[in-house]
C-alpha cells in the first residue's frame, strides 16, 4: 500500500511540474519575424476598376483617388493571440504568422518570363 501511494504521489507531482512547465511556455511571447529584406519598388499606378461595389469604391475614391498604386506582392507578418473552437481554458496560444501574396497578373507574368515567353 506504500508502494502505490509513493507511485500515485510521484506521477501527479510529475503531471503538477509538466502542467507548471507547460503554462509557463505559453506565457513567453514568440519574437517577431525580421523586418522583410526587400525594400518597396514604386510599380506605379493604375486606374481604379469600374466594377467595384459603390461603397468600395467611394471609399477608394476618397482615400487614394481614381489612381491606385500597383502591386503585385505583399508579404504580411503579424503575431495575436487564438483559441480552438471557443475554447479558451484561461492559458491564451500565442502565435507568429508570415504569408507572402502575389498577384494572379504577377505569376502569369513570371511564368512567361521563365518559359520564355517573353
Request: positive net charge; glycine residues 12%.
Given at each position: 500500500?506504500?508502494?502505490?501511494?509513493k507511485?500515485?504521489?510521484?506521477?501527479?507531482?510529475?503531471?503538477?511540474?509538466?502542467?507548471?512547465?507547460?503554462?509557463?511556455?505559453?506565457?513567453?511571447?514568440p519574437?517577431?519575424?525580421?523586418?522583410?529584406?526587400e525594400r518597396?519598388s514604386?510599380?506605379g499606378?493604375?486606374?481604379?476598376h469600374?466594377?467595384?461595389?459603390?461603397?468600395?469604391?467611394?471609399?477608394?475614391?476618397?482615400?487614394?483617388?481614381?489612381?491606385v498604386?500597383?502591386i503585385?506582392?505583399a508579404?504580411v507578418?503579424?503575431?495575436?493571440?487564438?483559441?480552438?473552437?471557443?475554447?479558451?481554458?484561461?492559458?491564451p496560444?500565442?502565435a507568429?504568422?508570415?504569408?507572402?501574396?502575389?498577384?494572379?497578373?504577377s505569376?502569369?507574368l513570371s511564368?512567361?518570363?521563365s518559359?520564355?515567353?517573353?
Amino acid at each position: 500500500m506504500r508502494k502505490l501511494t509513493k507511485a500515485t504521489l510521484t506521477v501527479v507531482g510529475l503531471l503538477a511540474l509538466l502542467a507548471g512547465v507547460g503554462w509557463g511556455g505559453l506565457q513567453v511571447k514568440p519574437k517577431p519575424f525580421p523586418p522583410h529584406p526587400e525594400r518597396t519598388s514604386n510599380q506605379g499606378t493604375v486606374e481604379l476598376h469600374a466594377d467595384l461595389p459603390e461603397p468600395v469604391g467611394e471609399y477608394v475614391r476618397a482615400t487614394m483617388g481614381e489612381r491606385v498604386p500597383r502591386i503585385e506582392t505583399a508579404v504580411v507578418w503579424g503575431r495575436g493571440e487564438f483559441n480552438l473552437m471557443g475554447l479558451w481554458f484561461g492559458i491564451p496560444p500565442l502565435a507568429r504568422t508570415r504569408s507572402p501574396y502575389a498577384t494572379l497578373a504577377s505569376t502569369i507574368l513570371s511564368s512567361s518570363k521563365s518559359a520564355g515567353l517573353l
